[in-house]
């Protein structure tokens, strides 16, 4: 127990520690990191492709497409994805982690009490026999403050670990949804891709039909041989055969956006599987430039915050080479029930508690050094993530501009094999040639057809990697 004249120097110790910094390095983003790199924020070397412009990527990018069906399906996703569900449950862990790590820095209170006991005392005491009755009723009771100097940091620098970890778990969650809002994009539009490639064979299926219908007229009518029939169904075969991979990749993707949106396969509607035309953009694609791309990935801002969290964790491990001072105030009351109430029943003392353990050096330094692996670790993952999103970002937009190209030249070859088509069947029916040469002029037509169908699906593929590249989709809610 402390007594009075302890109390100025409780107070001198008090103010001395106030003025004390926290130990291990204070958090700023290394000179030499890689997002601090001038290339790293300039325009995108493959932004200056016509497809492309400089404008600031919208948060709600789907909507550039226009098709309410789209809006709907991510407005569902965004409430019942459970990929969604886990990472706020995880934002809401950490949000609490960062008040227990506050709650630190608050006085304790501690409360006792027996109001009222009947016993037997030993009757002795060490300054006089006790005359009093041995059989009686007794009370104790008393309060205490605490409160303990952060004389290191080591409560500062875990609030500031704390806080880290919960602005990560803010960027995880964010990128949960940019990846959804993506997912479900692209689900949508696998499913309109095989309906329209689905299509595309149902209609080369139909012009073989066609044609073995015509070959069959020709036989009976004596012009036609029974090997030029053969062949066109033979044909028709393999063009039928292509059809049921297109109606399962449609169900799958179904299935996919079913777990998307928090259903089962069988709440989904089937009008989906109606649609024959994916999604896409005509128009040239807003990508903005490398400063605003890591600005806003979420991932990028991840790596950051942990990079901030484990900096601050080498303060919390150093701070163990130092000693814990509290400040208490405490007092209570204890007697007989027949004295409550007296001046000699009550008690109080206030003063500082040093606590110390002479650390062993070895076993303290080796958790320092292992803290500042953990933050060395955790820059290499920052630089990782901001070159990765780079890459990813050129990557991307290179892919869509070049298959762009490769769609111009598909389109002019299904044209050609159309009219390749068309006149070699002219040229069988006036006898010039025979039905071979038919037979691969719609064969190439039904391949440069597919390819062109595949084609498509591409493209809305690339134009949903370039915005998922770009790291939109977090910042809005849509309605």
Wanted: proline letters at 5%; charged letters at 15%.
């Amino acid at each position: 127990m402390f007594s009075r004249a302890l109390t100025p120097l409780a107070l001198a110790i008090t103010l001395a520690i106030a003025g004390c910094a926290a130990v291990g390095p204070d958090y700023k983003v290394p000179e030499d990191a890689a997002v601090n790199r001038p290339a790293a924020a300039g325009e995108f070397q493959q932004s200056h492709e016509a497809v492309f412009q400089q404008n600031a990527v919208p948060g709600t990018w789907w909507r550039l497409y226009q098709d309410p069906t789209l809006d709907q399906l991510i407005g569902q996703a965004l409430q019942a994805n459970t990929s969604l569900r886990m990472a706020a449950a995880n934002l809401e862990r950490t949000q609490a982690v960062t008040e227990e790590a506050r709650g630190a820095q608050q006085p304790t209170l501690g409360v006792n009490a027996s109001p009222a006991t009947y016993g037997h005392s030993s009757g002795v005491s060490v300054l006089a026999p006790d005359t009093r009755p041995k059989n009686r009723w007794s009370y104790s009771g008393g309060i205490s403050i605490g409160y303990q100097i952060d004389l290191a940091g080591r409560i500062r620098r875990t609030i500031e670990a704390a806080e880290g970890d919960e602005a990560a778990a803010q960027a995880a969650y964010d990128a949960a949804r940019v990846t959804v809002v993506a997912e479900t994009a692209r689900a949508y539009a696998d499913i309109c891709a095989s309906g329209m490639q689905l299509a595309s064979a149902q209609h080369s299926v139909a012009v073989q039909r066609d044609s073995l219908n015509a070959v069959q007229r020709l036989q009976q009518a004596g012009r036609g041989t029974a090997l030029d029939v053969t062949r066109a169904r033979s044909q028709l075969e393999q063009l039928q055969a292509n059809l049921p991979p297109f109606q399962a990749s449609q169900r799958q993707a179904l299935y996919r956006l079913a777990a998307l949106t928090g259903r089962t396969p069988a709440e989904m509607p089937t009008a989906l599987l109606e649609c024959h035309t994916p999604p896409r953009l005509t128009q040239a694609i807003p990508v903005g430039d490398g400063a605003a791309l890591l600005r806003r990935r979420p991932d990028v801002r991840e790596a950051e915050r942990k990079l901030a969290a484990a900096t601050a964790r080498i303060g919390v491990a150093t701070a163990s080479l130092y000693p814990t001072i509290s400040l208490g105030l405490s007092g209570s009351s204890a007697a007989p029930m027949t004295m409550i109430g007296e001046r000699g029943t009550y008690s109080w003392s206030v003063g500082p508690l040093i606590s110390w353990t002479i650390p062993n050096t070895g076993i303290a330094q080796a958790q320092i050094a292992q803290a500042k692996a953990v933050a060395s670790s955790a820059l290499a993952n920052f630089d990782d993530t901001v070159l990765g999103a780079l890459r990813e970002t050129e990557s991307a937009l290179v892919a869509y501009a070049r298959q762009l190209d490769r769609h111009a030249a598909l389109q002019e070859a299904r044209n050609q094999s159309a009219i390749a088509a068309k006149q070699a069947e002219q040229l069988f029916h006036a006898g010039k040639t025979d039905y071979l040469n038919v037979l691969d002029a719609q064969r190439t037509l039904a391949t440069d057809e597919s390819a062109l169908a595949a084609s498509q699906a591409t493209l809305s593929g690339d134009q949903i990697d370039v915005f998922l590249a770009l790291g939109g989709g977090w910042q809005d809610t849509p309605i």
